[in-house]
Nanobody
Framework: VQLQASGGGLVQPGGSLRLSCAAS????????MGWYRQTPGDGRELVAA???????NYADFVKGRFTISRDNAQNTVYLQMNSLKPEDTAVYYC??????????????WGQGTLVTVSS
């Protein structure tokens, strides 16, 4: 199983970016997909997560600015980030809790994509 994240980059404060993360491989079913972020010296923190039936959960610091969505047919999760702030600068990781074709349930991570918010 692999998760491939994309969409990071440099954006000015107040701007927008859309991150994508596609899961592939021997996947039976994906339960939760989410986005996390990490800055140097800090731990990885939850940004937003979404279940297979569309229930969303957001960190307080992104509520009203970020929107998570997913395409179950494509095993893909998205993060629309609006009104970006310099403090949103971080490496963003996607994660998924899923069953593989052997019936094993585990957590998988993508490689991370850098988001830099700066003028």
């Amino acid at each position: 199983v692999q998760l491939q994240a994309s969409g990071g980059g440099l954006v000015q404060p107040g701007g927008s970016l859309r991150l994508s993360c596609a899961a592939s491989g021997s996947i039976l079913s994906i339960n939760v997909m989410g986005w996390y972020r990490q800055t140097p010296g800090d731990g990885r923190e939850l940004v937003a997560a979404i279940t297979s039936v569309g229930s969303e959960n957001y960190a307080d610091f992104v509520k009203g600015r970020f929107t998570i969505s997913r395409d179950n047919a494509q095993n893909t999760v998205y993060l629309q980030m609006n009104s970006l702030k310099p403090e949103d600068t971080a490496v963003y990781y996607c994660g998924a809790d899923l069953w593989d074709v052997t019936g094993s349930y585990d957590n998988y991570w993508g490689q991370g994509t850098l988001v830099t918010v700066s003028s």
